[in-house]
């Protein structure tokens, strides 16, 4: 029972090869996806594939402006993707968290001001929503930290990178940490340290394919079975088994974006 929770699968690098990949996730135990929105260019062929795959595994969305995305009109896309998500929440098939959205200083550091109007606003429409949000924070943890000190909503950071004390602001702010392929990197000895101390609890898996392979695959095209990989590197930091490992990060994911399945998953266990 593994979760990816952060996948973009309708990107061009799986247009020749899906169905395998899907395939491929679901044979190693992949039972959910959850696909994070960048802008308006990415509804429509997520709406579709999540439409038209029929197979064992549950897709869930997102929706959000990805701080690369955020220009000077942010405000006309955002308004889109916001009307979007009051439209169809609540629903059992519609976005479970507003994402992927957030702060990025490593392609941007010329329109702060923008990316922080805009993050602002995702955020209060997931409260009102009482959506999780998905977050990025490239080269920006710590301006994005400030920026949602004193703020109460559930939120993942995505591909967590940072240091024991921003993991601990994050986890005493009741929040998760998303890892994926960087922590089965060589260099990242310190990450490693960090997610092998942190609360079980707020750890959940994801892999941002078709980015950042793990190891062995580190430069290749990732895809959703190699969720597995980190699993099996986690497994090794926190002395566990895998399949223990499996569970507790699914649970984890559903505490998340699908509390109301998590409730009855525990209840149906009692």
Known sequence: MLTDTHCHLYADAFGDDLEAVLQRAASVGVTRIYLPNVD????????????????????????GLHPCSVEETWKEEWEVL????????????????????????????????????????????????????????????????????GLDFRAVYHCFSGTKEQAETILQRGQYLGVGGTLTFGSNRALRDVIAGVDRTRVILETDAPYLAPVPHRGQRNEPAHVSLVAKHLAALWDMDIEEVAERTTQNALALFEPEQAHSQIQSHA
């Open 82 to 149: 916001d009307a979007l998500l009051r439209a169809t929440h609540p629903a059992s098939k519609g976005p479970v968290a507003v994402g992927e959205i957030g702060l990025d200083l490593y392609w941007r550091q010329d329109n702060l001001d923008l990316q922080v109007e805009a993050l602002r606003a995702q955020i209060h429409t997931a409260i009102q929503l009482n959506l999780p949000v998905c977050f990025h924070s490239r080269n920006s943890l710590d301006q994005l930290l400030d920026c949602t000190s």
């Open 40 to 63: 308006q260019s990415t509804l429509e062929p997520m709406r579709s594939l999540v439409e038209a795959y029929q197979g064992p595994i549950q897709l869930r969305t997102m929706l």
